[in-house]
């Protein structure tokens, strides 16, 4: 910060914190209200969706309406319910279910470009996914797990048991599946080593 005090050349007036009286109100009024960006959250913002739907549409020179829009959405909510969230995930995977032909590659250099993971994208259009899972029957990316932990499962809890579901407030999530989904979050981050600590926080901040 700057101790000194400085002066306009042609008034006789301190420019400094101590002189900013109303200022800052007046600088903000002037301003124009910008979308949030989640920054911190772990969750995409609509901003952040809406950026990296139309990076897609516009990268793959498609109309630019809310039909191919729609089309985009929903191959992304199917794709990530699929598995896009994980890195091993091939790039060369494919969703082609709505008319559009929609590569793994082209989600995650869309999100890139939006500075967000795709699994923070997941995690901000999560109701949305459980839609398509529910249409399609696609199973979460931890049912294989839950399914090895609770041999009487209900065959309807597998499309919940995706890792960007943790701590979704949705309530048609079922309370078991939710807590199974809270315990694996602790059994997955919980620090044995510094190094796996480290690991911990990689996965935790994506």
């Known amino acids: 910060m700057c101790t000194k005090t400085q002066k306009t050349e042609n008034k006789n007036e301190e420019i400094g914190l101590d002189s900013i009286g109303d200022g800052l109100d007046q600088i903000l009024a002037e301003t124009t209200n ?3 960006q989640g920054a911190g959250t772990g969750i995409a913002s609509k901003f952040e969706v809406d950026q990296v739907i139309k990076d897609m549409i516009t990268k793959k020179k498609l109309s630019m309406d809310q039909k191919t829009y729609n089309r985009v959405y929903a191959s992304v909510c199917h794709m990530v319910q699929q598995g896009a969230t994980s890195p091993k995930y091939a790039d060369s995977r494919m969703v082609t279910d709505y008319g559009i ?4 590659l082209e989600l995650r250099n869309a999100c ?3 500075g967000i993971t795709v699994r ?5 259009i999560r109701d949305d996914v459980i839609k398509v ?4 029957g696609i199973e ?3 049912s294989k797990n839950y399914k090895l932990e609770n041999p009487n499962f209900d ?3 597998l499309i919940w048991v995706s890792d960007f579901q943790t701590f979704s407030e949705n309530p048609a999530m ?3 599946v939710r807590q199974w989904l809270l315990e694996n979050y602790r059994s997955r981050f919980k620090p044995y080593s510094k190094s796996s600590q480290k690991g911990n926080f990689d996965s935790q901040i994506e």
Not at 120 to 124: P, Q, T
Not at 133 to 136: D, L, S, V
Request: no cysteine; net charge positive.
């Open 140 to 142: 979460g990316n931890l």
């Open 174 to 176: 079922p309370e078991n």
């Open 120 to 124: 923070k994208l997941a995690r901000g």
């Open 34 to 36: 910008k979308p949030t």
């Open 155 to 157: 065959p309807q809890d």
């Open 133 to 136: 899972a529910m249409k399609h």
């Open 112 to 114: 890139k470009t939006a």
């Open 101 to 104: 032909d929609l590569k793994v």
